[in-house]
Nanobody, 122 residues
Framework: QVQLVESGGGLVQTGASLRLSCSAS????????MGWFRQAPGKEREFVAA????????LYADSVKGRFTISRDNAKSTVYLQMNSLKAEDTAVYFC???????????????WGQGTQVTVSS
């Protein structure tokens, strides 16, 4: 079992930055592919970013490429999502997730956090 807890969401204006954190605990948490997903009201959950346990390979959704950066601090068992140049369309609940396989598909992720709300006002 892996437990994930997100934090760092909030209300910001267009163009601002936020950094989300995901604290991981449990069995071999550092050995999982870690991803960020988001879900806006009335929309499907969508992939945002992911990287491999080593951090060598990363993947981003086209909508956030160049603005968001995923990183991890294994010593703290924490994954981060740095979000810059935020837009109104980035408004959503953001979820941290862990998978034993390299994927951008939500159904391949076995463990999920409770989510943190990000609201960007225009």
């Amino acid at each position: 079992q892996v437990q994930l807890v997100e934090s760092g969401g909030g209300l910001v204006q267009t163009g601002a930055s936020l950094r989300l954190s995901c604290s991981a605990s449990g069995r071999s948490a550092d050995n999982y592919v870690m991803g960020w997903f988001r879900q806006a009201p009335g929309k499907e959950r969508e992939f945002v970013a992911a990287f491999t346990p080593s951090g060598v390979s990363t993947l981003y959704a086209d909508s956030v490429k160049g603005r968001f950066t995923i990183s991890r601090d294994n010593a703290k068992s924490t994954v981060y999502l740095q979000m810059n140049s935020l837009k109104a369309e980035d408004t959503a609940v953001y979820f941290c997730a862990a998978s034993s396989t390299w994927s951008s598909q939500a159904n391949r992720y076995s463990y999920w956090g409770q989510g943190t709300q990000v609201t960007v006002s225009s």
